[in-house]
Nanobody, 126 residues
Framework: QVQLVESGGGLVQAGGSLRLSCAASGLTVSNVGMGWFRQAPGKEREFVAG????????HYADSVKGRFTISRDNAKNTVYLQMNSLKPEDTAVYYCAAERFRGPVIHTLQNDYYYWGQGTQLTVSS
């Protein structure tokens, strides 16, 4: 059974930093593409960042490029999202997601991801 468990969310002031973690079980994060999505109140879930199974390619939404970094620790089977220079508009529930297969590109659509975590809340105060 595959489980993705996010942690690290919380309340932070604008300009601050936070790191989200996604601990995986039942799958190996170095074997599949992984992604982070977020959903703000009243908005649709949107792609934030992704990393290929090889770990050699990352991709970010324009809104977070240069501020967020996705990475992973294969030994811990965990994916991270380092978030710097946080803004109030980053407030959302953040979800970790995993694809089912290896692929050469990073997918940005929700339907391309098969496994999802329960989400962790990030609130950025102004």
């Amino acid at each position: 059974q595959v489980q993705l468990v996010e942690s690290g969310g919380g309340l932070v002031q604008a300009g601050g930093s936070l790191r989200l973690s996604c601990a995986a079980s039942g799958l190996t994060v170095s074997n599949v593409g992984m992604g982070w999505f977020r959903q703000a109140p009243g908005k649709e879930r949107e792609f934030v960042a992704g990393i290929t199974w090889s770990g050699t390619i990352t991709h970010y939404a324009d809104s977070v490029k240069g501020r967020f970094t996705i990475s992973r620790d294969n030994a811990k089977n965990t994916v991270y999202l380092q978030m710097n220079s946080l803004k109030p508009e980053d407030t959302a529930v953040y979800y970790c997601a995993a694809e089912r297969f290896r692929g050469p590109v990073i997918h940005t659509l929700q339907n391309d991801y098969y496994y999802w975590g329960q989400g962790t809340q990030l609130t950025v105060s102004s």
